[in-house]
């Protein structure tokens, strides 16, 4: 019986791994000067790095954190957030469209396209364009 248990560990650890995956977090929690606050993922717009900080830009608010690109790239959903340069994360859901040097949103707000990320880009485009 223990051995038939034993056989079940590799399964009981992929379930655990998907389950991280599909209940993620919706937002977190980041100090701007001395006040909390509580930034929705679905609020976010783009996400403009300097040195150690980053500046959350939301339709209504900017945020600045003391906090790299990559710290925040690592907790946020990787299917609703893209790396489009290296002072640049931006949200898929906000994108209006997509040129070959840059991304603009609706608000006609527009960030580059560095080099190193376009094939990000790239590989959206390909996964979500229609025939």
């Not at 957030?81 to 898929?92: A, L, M, N, P």
């Amino acid at each position: 019986m223990l051995k038939c248990l034993t056989g079940l560990q590799p399964w009981l650890q992929t379930i655990q791994l998907l389950l991280k995956f599909t209940i993620m977090k919706q937002h977190f929690f980041i100090r701007d000067k001395s006040i909390v606050y509580k930034i929705n993922f679905d609020d976010i717009i783009l996400i403009e790095g300097t040195l150690n900080y980053c500046k959350i830009h939301t339709a209504n608010n900017q945020f600045t954190t003391l906090s790299t690109l990559k710290h925040i790239l690592e907790t946020l959903p990787p299917d609703d957030f893209i790396r489009v340069h290296k002072s640049f994360i931006v949200s898929v859901k906000y994108i209006n469209k997509i040129s070959r040097s840059q991304v603009c949103f609706e608000s006609q707000k527009c960030v580059p396209i560095g080099d190193t990320y376009r094939e990000n880009i790239t590989t959206l485009i390909e996964g979500n364009m229609l025939n």
